[in-house]
């Protein structure tokens, strides 16, 4: 712990046994060394991830197309399926979705029916759940889920430092 000035806690992953257990070692060693380490909950918020693809994986090519689906689908070069079903009634024409932290550009060309056309601006290879985001984007999905509010409460009972909203869209 030494040099460290925050325990950052995701709880994007893990249950609240697993981050008591973390969170009472990171406590004990605190108070042991006389540390100013505090901790700070992280928590899941709002989030598109990708579906599956076949063999785990596929190639988009920059200059191809993809289309985004609402369907569940088995992913190709071709098409993937996205985890929340509002996603094709909050874009339009012309919005950037940037997937796996932002390797991947797309430009959307049109909707049609719960299918997100894309050109591929900058391709690459993707895989299983990775996470789609839409800068600029205003999602209709519901920014703090009964999980969120379940984990803050697990946190003010234990007595974190810090709570982080993740993918807050506004100041």
Known sequence: LAGMDVARFNFSHGSHE???KKFDIVAKLRTKHRLA???LLDTKGPEVRLGLFENGKAMLE???YF???????????SCASVSYAGLSNDLKPGDTILLDDGL????????EEGDIHCQVINGGPISNRKGVNLPGVHLSIP???EQDRADIAFGVECGFDFIAASFARTA
Do not use: F
């Open 18 to 20: 697993e981050h008591k």
């Open 37 to 39: 380490v505090a901790t």
């Open 62 to 64: 920059t200059g191809s």
């Open 67 to 77: 289309t985004l689906t609402t369907r569940t689908v088995t992913g190709t070069a």
């Open 104 to 111: 991947i550009e797309l430009t959307v060309e049109h909707i």
């Open 143 to 145: 920014y703090i889920s």
